[in-house]
């Protein structure tokens, strides 16, 4: 009786010491963080209720808060600290300091629970391993090899346009080039049997942003890291079914691959190199990975492949629409380079020549970032240039869509500018003031695909078609309803009209209406 007593005390000291020290742990962050500007806060909770704005209300409610406070704030969900940074000299150091290169689970427990355990969250050696195995995958080389492909795969996206080209009406554009997004994909990156996987495919892009959204949901609700909880969720339902159709699609991938390379020896003379699923699957890392383990990954490569191309690509469309100076100025560069031959094979030595549209892709992504807040956990005390601490034991959460708009880096920020990109324009500009794939050591190894993808299509359909507005969607980028996400996403979708243009410029004499200059 007496040892069983003395297991409970000495069980209960040790809660209490668990406590004791947790606690500790926080009086100090409130210290050290009592000078960082922030919302008032309420008892026990902080400012937890903020985690039930609703998705669609997330981005004006975090603006308003950017306005209130600048670029630098504070928020308490409970005892945990989170720490909002933009401006770029602090961003330069977060972004590279090795005290704050792991992501944080609390903040990436949704998109563990879709995506499993890839790139995206790995932490220390892992991660190394993993981006060491996948990033031989992504030379140069490949990528220009994969025009070839961009070009083709155009041509079938160009047939599904034409019918809507020749209504004229309204259609979702998000729709067709996540479609065109899963097949090139496929394709390219894992060297899959796209016309095998078709079926998959199609119901793949009707759930990505059903995927982005359940994954920033589970993130913002911390509660529901309780399974049990969850279960009660109206919500719950249809996060299974995301993450049913997600697992369903990447296994379907993962067992193809595999049983070709069960009966083939060589690599396919169509590629140079291998592809990230080869590289990978051959490599030392994947070797000692259970097969649950290579499944994760190819998971996440091709939700950040699919949804960030198509989410891009659409808002680029979107953004033409409402800026026809700007379109037709990348027409007239296309123009040059193609002449009067719209239809032949776009050439990876093409894509040099399309100087202005890639500045004009560059304006979309400082407008749109595709992945609109990234986290770190930090596990020392930084001292930032703006001579403010980050402690110990916080959370940073970085959002490059209001570090796009600041007005020192980018003047009349709510303007669409591609001449914000010439090289005279964006030498003097802070390294850290862009980052629309993140930047230091956990930059998004797939930046230059995405860049040279949307390129590609941008070229095919801006030759071909003038991108017009939907008389009834907004009439201004900056009114463009965001929906909250893992990566950025419109309410309601973004519906353009086409129309095809003449040999030598516009079709027919009527203008269309200018929206956005």
């Known amino acids: 009786m007496a040892l069983i007593a003395l297991v409970l005390w000495a069980a209960a000291a040790a809660v209490l010491l668990a406590v004791a020290r947790f606690y500790r742990r926080v009086w100090r962050m409130h210290r050290l963080a009592a000078d960082i500007p922030g919302p008032a806060t309420f008892p026990f909770i902080g400012n937890g209720l903020y985690l039930l704005v609703p998705l669609d209300a997330m981005y004006q409610f975090v603006g308003s808060l950017c306005a209130e406070y600048g670029y630098l704030f504070r928020v308490w969900f409970g005892p945990y600290l989170t720490i909002a940074i933009m401006d770029p000299e602090d961003l330069q150091v977060v972004l590279t300091s090795p005290a704050l290169a792991s992501k944080p689970d609390e903040f990436y427990d949704g998109v563990n629970r879709v995506l499993g355990k890839g790139l995206i969250t790995l932490n220390g050696g892992d991660y190394k391993r993993h981006r060491k195995a996948i990033t031989a995958s992504m030379h140069l080389d490949i990528l220009q090899d994969f025009v070839a492909m961009f070009s083709v795969n155009c041509r079938e996206l160009e047939t599904r346009l034409d019918p809507l080209a020749s209504t004229g009406e309204p259609f979702d554009v998000a729709h067709q080039l996540g479609l065109n997004a899963s097949l090139t994909v496929c394709q390219t990156v894992l060297a899959a049997d796209a016309p095998g996987l078709e079926a998959e495919r199609d119901a793949y892009v009707e759930i990505v942003h059903d995927a982005s959204k359940m994954m920033l949901y589970r993130c913002l609700r911390p509660w529901f890291r309780c399974r049990t909880l969850f279960k009660l969720s109206s919500e719950y339902d249809r996060f299974n079914l995301v993450v049913a159709g997600m697992t369903n699609f990447a296994y379907r991938v993962l067992t193809q691959k595999m049983q070709k390379q069960q009966h083939t020896t060589t690599t396919s003379s169509l590629h140079r190199r291998q592809t990230f699923l080869d590289t990978f699957l051959s490599s030392s890392e994947a070797s000692v990975l259970t097969r649950g383990e290579l499944l994760d990954e190819l998971k996440t490569l091709l939700f950040a492949g699919v949804g960030t191309s198509m989410d891009f690509q659409t808002l680029f469309m979107l953004c033409m629409s409402l800026n026809q100076g700007v379109q037709r100025k990348v027409q007239q560069e296309l123009d040059d380079v193609f002449g009067s031959d719209r239809d032949r094979d776009i050439l990876a030595t093409d894509l040099p020549h399309m100087k202005y549209l890639e500045c004009a892709l560059k304006e979309t992504l400082r407008f749109f970032p595709p992945v609109p807040v990234f986290g770190r956990v930090v596990s020392q005390d930084v001292a930032l240039p703006s001579g403010r601490v980050v402690p110990e034991g916080s959370l940073v959460a970085m959002l ?53 993808f949307a390129k590609t299509v941008a070229a095919s359909v801006l030759r071909r078609y003038d991108v017009l507005p939907d008389p009834d969607g907004p009439r201004r980028l900056v009114d463009v309803p965001l929906v909250g996400g893992i990566s950025l996403s419109v309410k309601g979708g973004v519906k353009v009209r086409l129309r095809r243009r003449g040999l030598h410029g516009l079709e027919h004499a009527e203008e269309p209406p200018v929206y956005g200059l």
Request: hydrophobic share 30%; with cysteine; charged share 25%.
């Open 400 to 452: 490059p869509i209001w570090t796009h708009r600041h007005p020192k880096y980018f003047p009349d920020p709510e303007r669409f500018d591609p001449e914000r990109f010439t090289p005279e324009n964006s030498r003097d500009r802070h390294p850290f003031a862009f980052i629309p794939f993140s930047a230091g050591p956990r930059n998004c190894i797939g930046q230059r695909y995405a860049l040279m």
